[in-house]
């Protein structure tokens, strides 16, 4: 009996440890906007920290479970065991990411094209969090 493994299966083997590589990369990636994200402003974190939790659950327990450990990890389970996020949290991203943009663009940045992208951003973020992100269902 031959113990070795055909071609074909080495290359969907193959395959997929670059697709788990790729979906850890873009996890790190993730998190590390989403850490961005709570000092710069229009760079939401809360989605980008769900969509780490996503592509480290396809892809590495190990890294999976440190982040839902981590400080961070809070927000996750709360939006998990909610199902999205409170009416009272929405407003009050919405109004952080708002005053955050506003005092930047006025106050802090003097280039007019920096002070576009840091609008445009926060108008994404706003985006997201009104209408891309899931309500919380009542307890």
């Keep these: 009996m031959n113990q070795t493994t055909p071609p074909a299966h080495r290359s969907t083997e193959r395959s997929r440890g670059i697709v788990r590589w790729l979906l850890m990369s873009a996890g ?6 989403a850490v961005v994200g709570i000092f710069v402003p229009g760079l939401p974190t809360t989605p ?18 440190a ?20 009416l009272r949290q929405r407003l009050w991203a919405l109004a952080l990411m708002t005053v955050m943009v506003t005092l930047s663009c006025t106050l802090f940045i003097s280039s007019t094209t920096v002070r576009i992208i840091v609008a ?6 706003c985006i997201v969090v009104g209408f891309v992100v899931p309500s919380a269902k009542s307890e």
């Design 120 to 125: 445009v951003a926060g108008l994404v973020g």
């Design 28 to 33: 790190c990636v993730a998190v590390t906007l």
């Design 48 to 65: 980008l920290l769900l969509l780490s939790s996503w592509l480290f659950y396809r892809s590495s327990r190990r890294l999976r479970i």
């Design 67 to 86: 982040l839902l450990r981590s400080r961070l990890g809070g927000r996750i389970r709360n939006y998990e065991r909610r199902g999205g996020m409170t």
